[in-house]
């Protein structure tokens, strides 16, 4: 929205607009060479005749930096709006195909002619709100060009005029503030666990899943009958014996003890519950018969 917009770009964009013939925002990106625009006009990067590149720079991610130089910051993550949120298949889609024309200007050492856009909602809704359509869209005179491009930041910089000239750390915070690049994504810990960690999340995890259906579900893993827990119906009749084991970061195997093995040859109601990611949020299990164990991902053989 022009109210997000830096006061200089918008005056030059509004002596633009009044000084200019009076097109659609098609018919400006038709003229600039763009073949089939119409159809191409909810793009974000055209290729055009004469192989010049042609891309909206938002006027509310633009900055001014010293001297009065325009630069505006791209993300180059481009499955992730500015808001951070996931893009859709035909939003990632547009994105790439940005930040494809980008790369390729910039290898090429070429300009990149600019249409400048201001926006009928606030920029952060700018990619989920169906009345994001164009407000305002003229064709920026001077030539803008790719002045940094760091792919492990996944940011580059584009500056508006003559080449030599980059924002300086101070200008690139600013610009930063302008929300034109999501904020980077949490670093995922990982802990590790322990095997007992892992074994104990587990039977929590299947007494709750089952006592969650109505079953009655006891804790009998002290007791060294070849099974953790016994499920029962409403009416007390047994219905599994489960040995129960646990996966997790740093607990990838487990084995079966005599008991167990025991359990599993005397046949049913004795099942194998595996549960992995059992200390995580992300914790499912699988039920094994005891004619399955054989092929359980994870079951090493006992010693000897």
Not at 6 to 15: D, F, G, M, Q, T
Not at 217 to 229: F, K, P, R, T
Request: hydrophobic fraction near 40%.
């Amino acid at each position: 929205m022009e109210k997000e917009v830096v006061p200089a770009v918008l005056s030059v964009i509004n002596e633009k607009r009044l000084l200019g013939d009076k097109r659609t925002p098609v018919e400006i990106i038709s003229k600039m060479g763009v073949f089939d625009a119409r159809q191409k006009a909810s793009d974000s990067a055209w290729l055009a005749t004469g192989d010049n590149i042609i891309a909206t720079i938002w006027a509310e991610f633009v900055s001014i930096g010293a001297g009065g130089r325009w630069f505006c910051l791209e993300s180059l993550d481009a499955s992730r709006r500015a808001d951070g949120g996931e893009r859709s298949a035909l939003q990632l889609q547009r994105a790439k195909d940005r930040i494809a024309l980008l790369k390729r200007a910039m290898d090429a050492g070429q300009g990149v002619r600019a249409v400048l856009q201001t926006n009928r909602v606030a920029i952060a809704d700018l990619e989920t709100d169906k009345a994001a359509k164009v407000s305002v869209r003229v064709p920026d005179d001077e030539e803008w060009h790719v002045a940094r491009w760091d792919a492990d930041e996944k940011i580059a910089v584009l500056v508006r005029g003559a080449r030599g000239w980059v924002p300086t750390d101070e200008d690139l915070q600013a610009g930063l503030a302008r929300g034109s690049v999501p904020a980077p994504e949490p670093e995922v810990v990982i802990v590790q666990s322990s095997p007992q960690e892992a074994q104990a999340a587990a039977v929590a995890y299947l007494t709750k899943h089952f006592s969650s259906y109505g079953y009655k579900a006891e804790n009998v893993s002290s007791q060294q009958l070849g099974h953790d827990i016994e499920v029962f119906d409403k009416k007390g009749a047994t219905l599994l014996k489960l040995a129960i084991k646990g996966t997790a970061p740093g607990v990838s195997t487990f084995q079966l003890s005599s008991e167990e093995r025991a359990g599993a040859q005397r046949g049913d109601p004795w099942r194998l519950a595996v549960v992995t990611d059992a200390t995580t949020p992300a914790a499912q299990h699988k039920i094994y018969k005891p004619s399955e164990i054989g092929s359980v991902p994870g079951l090493e053989a006992l010693p000897g």
